[in-house]
């Protein structure tokens, strides 16, 4: 039961950011501590990848537009 009202609580927008913080470092039960913990990680980890793929993007359309730019005068 415990584990269905979790994922419950993780459907609702906002909510389910504040209360796997409380999770991963309040008092209870501890699988369910260690499961937050590792929401967090995985979050952060695919945060750096979104990130990495924007600059990436940016990067390559900077490379285009100059490439573009080049071709044009020729």
């Known amino acids: 039961g415990d584990w269905l009202l979790t994922m419950?609580?993780?459907m609702i927008p906002l909510v389910n950011v504040i209360m796997v913080f409380?999770?991963?470092f309040?008092?209870?039960n501890k699988n369910r501590?260690?499961?937050a913990k590792a929401a967090i990680v995985m979050w952060l980890i695919?945060?750096?990848l979104y990130i990495g793929i924007i600059l990436i993007g940016a990067v390559a359309l900077g490379g285009f537009e100059e490439l573009i730019e080049e071709l044009e005068y020729m």
Do not use: E, H, P, R
């Open 33 to 35: 501590s260690n499961w």
């Open 46 to 48: 695919v945060f750096a």
């Open 8 to 10: 419950v609580v993780m």
């Open 26 to 28: 309040g008092a209870g």
């Open 22 to 24: 409380v999770w991963a």
